[in-house]
């Protein structure tokens, strides 16, 4: 009676560490979701931003080159690593891109270049905001499969730790624009 008792507990135990996992996994990969549907909105007004600064300046072909490069190996990308690496080049690129524009003071006075710029900013806010979320969920999971005894249910039905997302090497230095030919 008591060996069923306490063998009763245990399975219990491990059922309730097990529906954890799943439901901070759950959570962790819900969170990357909202870092997409961001990157997502950045993907949308990004073209239409080119299209109106293109269409005013036509010496910086390099730089809309670059961005519509990173948005393709983006879309190709099949892990969150590479979709992770890809955005940080798409950030890269649109930071040279926004240097660019703070050079030429008629593009800044235009309307829908203005508009353009006030919603990718916001949807810059939106994206920092859901990958401290991310990194907040991330650190609760990696945190909750290292402790024992989650750890023991964590390594017997894989879960592994899931990396953060950190910012891209270089991201530190402000990109510079040589606009002397």
């Known amino acids: 009676m008591i060996i069923g008792v306490i063998v009763l507990v245990l399975a219990l135990s491990l059922i309730g560490f097990y529906n954890s996992l799943i439901g901070k996994t759950q959570a962790v990969d ?3 979701a909202q870092v997409e549907t961001q990157y997502q909105r950045r993907f949308d007004l990004i073209p239409n931003l080119v299209n109106s600064v293109k269409g005013m300046m036509t010496q910086e072909q390099a730089v809309f080159g670059q961005i ?3 948005r393709t190996r983006y879309a190709g990308a099949g892990t969150v690593e590479e979709k992770v690496k890809a955005a940080g080049d798409i950030e890269s690129a649109l ?3 926004l240097v660019i524009m703070e050079n ?3 593009l800044r006075s235009a309307e829908n270049v203005s508009q353009l710029m006030d919603e990718l900013a916001g949807t810059e ?3 920092s905001v859901e ?3 991310y990194n907040d969920l991330v650190r609760d999971y990696n945190t909750t499969i290292k402790k024992f005894p989650a750890n023991l249910v964590a390594g017997t039905f894989g879960f592994s730790q899931r990396l953060f997302f950190e910012a891209a090497e270089g991201a530190e230095q402000a990109p510079e624009v040589n606009l002397n030919p």
């Open 30 to 32: 819900n969170q990357w």
């Open 68 to 70: 519509a490069e990173a």
């Open 95 to 97: 930071g040279r891109l």
């Open 104 to 106: 030429y003071p008629e």
């Open 125 to 127: 806010n939106r994206i």
């Open 131 to 133: 990958r401290r979320r």
